[in-house]
C-alpha cells in the first residue's frame, strides 16, 4: 500500500502539533512508520488518503460499537445540528438520555455527563474522596483512567508504549496518595489497606482491563474487591470506558453481576462524540455541585449534538436484544481463527478475550498483569503490525492495546482478516 499523502499530511501536522498528533499513541512511536491520515469511514472499514480500505479492528478505540458513520447517529447529530450546538443551559436530550442509561446499567440511580473518559474518572476520585473524606485512592498498573495527575502513575495505554509510566508535571504530592496495586493480585491490595487504614476513598479499577492488551479479572478478583471495599468502607470505582454498554447492556457489572459504588463511561455512551459520564445510587451522586459540596462542572458537558449521537447509540443497542451475543460470537470466531494459524505457524502467543475485546500477546503463558503483558515480544508486534497493515487490517499501533470488534464487521471480514495473519504469520 502507498501512504504518499498520509507522510505528506503527517509532515505538515508535525509543524504545528506536537508529534503531528493530538493524542500520542496515534503517532506510530511504538511500532516505527508515520500514522496513517483517515479520509472517511463506513462501517468496518476505513478510507486513508491514499484511497487505501483497510478494515476496522480499532473502531475510535471501542466507540464505534456499531460501525463507522452508522445511520441513525449521523441523522440525530444532522438534525440536532441544525437547531444550534451549544446552550449552556439545560435540554430535554439530557434527561431522554440519562433516563436510559440508569435503565440500561445496573445499580445507578444518577448520571452526570461529561465531555471524556478522563473528565469521567477524574471527577469520579474527586467524589469518592469528597464522599468518604479521606485521600488516598488504589489503582492497579497498567490500568488507565485518563490522563489526570493522580492516574498518571503506571498507567496503561500510551504511557506504557512510551515508557514514562510517571509523567513530569505530576507533582509527588500528588504521586502519593495513588497507591499502586498488582492487577489480579487480591493479596496485594489487602496489603496496602492494612497499611494505610482508614485512608483510601476509593480503589479504582478497569474491571477487564484494556490498556494493557485485553486481560480478564480471574475468578473471584472483582468479588474479593468488593468485599474489601465493603469492609473497609471504601468505595468501588468501576472505569467502564471501555467495557460500559460493550460487554452487555448494563457493562462489566451485570457481565460480572458485581455493584460497583461509582461507574465512568466513555466511548460508547458518545456514539462517536466527545461524551464521558460518572454514575452512582442517589446518596453518592447528591454529594455533587450543586446538591452537595463536591464541584464539577463543564461550558460543554451535556452538549446537544453529543447527547442526540449518544441516545441513538443507546437506543440502538438498547433495542437489539442479540447485539452483544453477536459480537462475542464474532470475536470467538476471530479469536479460533487466529489462534490455529498462529499455532500452524509455530508463533508463540496468547490471545486474550472478553466479550468483544481481544488481544494477542506475542509471548509464551498467560498474560494477567501488567508484568506479564510487557513480557510480549516488541519486535514481533511491530512486524506483525505492519504486515497486517499491508494486508489491509487496521490493528492499534501499539501492543499495549484491545482490539474492539464492531457488529459492522461480516464473516467475510473476519476470514479475510484470519488468511491475513495467516500470511503474516509466515514472515514472523
Ligand atoms: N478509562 C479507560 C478505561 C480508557 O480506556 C480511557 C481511554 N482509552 C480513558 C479512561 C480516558 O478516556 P478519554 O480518552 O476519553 O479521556
Not at 502539533?17 to 496515534?26: D, F, H, K, T
Request: with cysteine; proline share 4%.
Amino acid at each position: 500500500m502507498i501512504y504518499q499523502r498520509s507522510s505528506a499530511l503527517f509532515a505538515e501536522a508535525e509543524k504545528v502539533i506536537p508529534g503531528g498528533v493530538n493524542s500520542p499513541v496515534r503517532a506510530f512511536k511504538g511500532v516505527g512508520g508515520t500514522p496513517i491520515f483517515v479520509k472517511e469511514a463506513k462501517g468496518a472499514y476505513l478510507y486513508d488518503e491514499d484511497g487505501n480500505r483497510l478494515i476496522d479492528y480499532i473502531n475510535s478505540w471501542g466507540p464505534m460499537i456499531l460501525g463507522h458513520a452508522f445511520e441513525p447517529v449521523v441523522k440525530a447529530v444532522v438534525e440536532k445540528a441544525k437547531k444550534g450546538t451549544s446552550f449552556g443551559m439545560p435540554t430535554e436530550i439530557e434527561t431522554k438520555i440519562a433516563e436510559l442509561a440508569v435503565s440500561m446499567v445496573p445499580n445507578i440511580d444518577k448520571i452526570r455527563f461529561v465531555n471524556s473518559g478522563t473528565e469521567a474518572c477524574m471527577s469520579a476520585v474527586r467524589l469518592a474522596r469528597g464522599f468518604t473524606g479521606r485521600d488516598k485512592i488504589i489503582k492497579f498498573a497498567g490500568c488507565y483512567h485518563g490522563h489526570s495527575d493522580s492516574f498518571l502513575i503506571q498507567a496503561g495505554s500510551g504511557a506504557s508504549t512510551f515508557g514514562t509510566p510517571n509523567s513530569p508535571g505530576v507533582t509527588q504530592g500528588t504521586a502519593k496518595d495513588t497507591l499502586l496495586a498488582n492487577y489480579n493480585d487480591i493479596e496485594n491490595v489487602k496489603a496496602l489497606i492494612a497499611s494505610n487504614p482508614n485512608e483510601i476513598a476509593c480503589i479504582i479499577i478497569e474491571p477487564v482491563a484494556g490498556n494493557m492488551g485485553c486481560i480478564p479479572p480471574k475468578e473471584g478478583f472483582l468479588e474479593a474487591l468488593r468485599q474489601l471495599c465493603d469492609t473497609n468502607r471504601i468505595l468501588l470505582v468501576f472505569d467502564e470506558v471501555m467495557t460500559g454498554f460493550r460487554l452487555a447492556k448494563g457493562g462489566a457489572q451485570q457481565l460480572f453481576n458485581i455493584n460497583a459504588d461509582i461507574v465512568c463511561f466513555g466511548k460508547v455512551i458518545g456514539g462517536g462524540l466527545p461524551v464521558g459520564a460518572f454514575a452512582a445510587r442517589n446518596e453518592i451522586m447528591n454529594h455533587l455541585a450543586p446538591l452537595g459540596p463536591v464541584y464539577q462542572a463543564g461550558t460543554l458537558s451535556g452538549n446537544p449534538l453529543a447527547m442526540a449521537a449518544g441516545l441513538a447509540m443507546l437506543t440502538a443497542l438498547n433495542n437489539d436484544s442479540e447485539i452483544f451475543n453477536r459480537l462475542a460470537e464474532k470475536t470467538e470466531y476471530l479469536h479460533k481463527g487466529m489462534a490455529k494459524v498462529l499455532n500452524d505457524n509455530k508463533i508463540t502467543h496468547t490471545i486474550n478475550r472478553v466479550g468483544s475485546m481481544i488481544s494477542v500477546h506475542f509471548s509464551e503463558g498467560e498474560v494477567t498483569d501488567f508484568n506479564s503483558s510487557a513480557k510480549g515480544n516488541n519486535a514481533t508486534f511491530k512486524a506483525f503490525f505492519h504486515g497486517m497493515l499491508k494486508e489491509g487490517v487496521y490493528i492499534a499501533p501499539s501492543a499495549f492495546e484491545t482490539w474492539f470488534i464492531t457488529d459492522a464487521l461480516t464473516y467475510e471480514d473476519l476470514d479475510f482478516t484470519i488468511k491475513a495473519v495467516d500470511k503474516v504469520a509466515q514472515t514472523l
